[in-house]
């Protein structure tokens, strides 16, 4: 049977893809204007998203999250060995020209005793040479041994039990026909105790001055008074004072233990 095809030869074969017509590829170079909003294109909504996250986050947070007290007190107060047993409450002043007699008003024995319940009763702490550096105070300060533990650090007070000493020796000095003779900080020689009542008034000054209460009062009519008087009975913010005795009074040494 005669052949029907015939065997090309290999310098004539050809790929059959060069017979093809090819289109050639173009390359489109954008603008630089062009580029930077394709490049907006892709930010801009990766950032709308993550800024919804963070006012979604915010929100959320100021509806129902509750910073701790401990948060505010390391906010806007120095380190204190007491700070994590701070509790902030709102309290309305009860000062008013019709003012009650209170346990701390007055002298003798019962006024005396409720004024030691916050002063001379509670007793100097103890801390750490960690802590004492963290506070940045002299590491030459007096060091005691705690009796119950064995263990040596540095004693040291709590301000608000001396500011409280300090507005105390007021009150005695106020009355102090009384006081004069009854073997306290009063009966003693008048240098010494203008000396006292001279460091005390200066305590208190600067305390009040660094506190800085802005508190706002305004002034009315009382029945039975004479012209307008300050009304002083106003909402303040105030740390629970039970709360910062207690621990003080938990963590207080013996006295006589100084080296």
């Known amino acids: 049977m005669e052949k029907t095809y015939q065997l090309v030869p290999d310098e004539e074969k050809q790929p059959l893809w060069k017979g093809l017509r090819q289109s050639p590829i173009k390359t489109v170079r954008l603008d630089p204007e062009s580029r930077l909003w394709r490049i907006l294109g892709l930010v801009v909504p990766v950032l709308l998203f993550v800024t919804s996250l963070i006012l979604f986050a915010a929100s959320y947070w100021l509806r129902y999250g509750h910073p701790s007290d401990l948060y505010f007190t390391r906010l806007y107060s120095p380190y204190s060995p007491a700070e994590e047993i701070v509790e902030y409450t709102t309290v309305r002043y009860n000062v008013t020209p019709e003012l009650k007699k209170t346990e701390y008003v007055g002298y003798g024995p019962e006024v005396d005793k409720a ?22 105070l002299d590491p ?33 000095d106020s009355y102090r026909e009384y006081y004069s003779h009854q073997g306290g900080d009063i009966e003693v020689e008048p240098e010494d105790l203008r000396g006292h009542l001279d460091h005390c008034l200066e305590i208190l000054r600067i305390s009040l001055m660094c506190q800085s209460d802005i508190g706002v009062y305004a002034f009315k009519y009382y029945e ?36």
Not at 121 to 131: R, S, Y
Not at 226 to 255: K, M, Q, Y
């Open 224 to 259: 039975g008074y004479d012209g307008h008087w300050p009304d002083f009975s106003t909402l303040h913010t105030c740390r629970n004072f039970d709360a910062i005795r207690d621990w003080a009074f938990e963590n207080a040494v013996v006295f006589g233990d100084e080296e």
């Open 140 to 172: 030459n300060s007096l060091r005691i041994k705690d009796p119950r533990t064995g263990e040596e650090g540095y004693r040291v007070g709590i301000q608000v039990f001396h500011q409280l000493h300090c507005l105390n020796l007021l009150r005695q």
């Open 115 to 136: 004024w030691d319940h916050i002063t001379y009763d509670v007793g100097d702490q103890m801390i750490t040479p960690k802590a004492l550096h963290r506070l940045g």
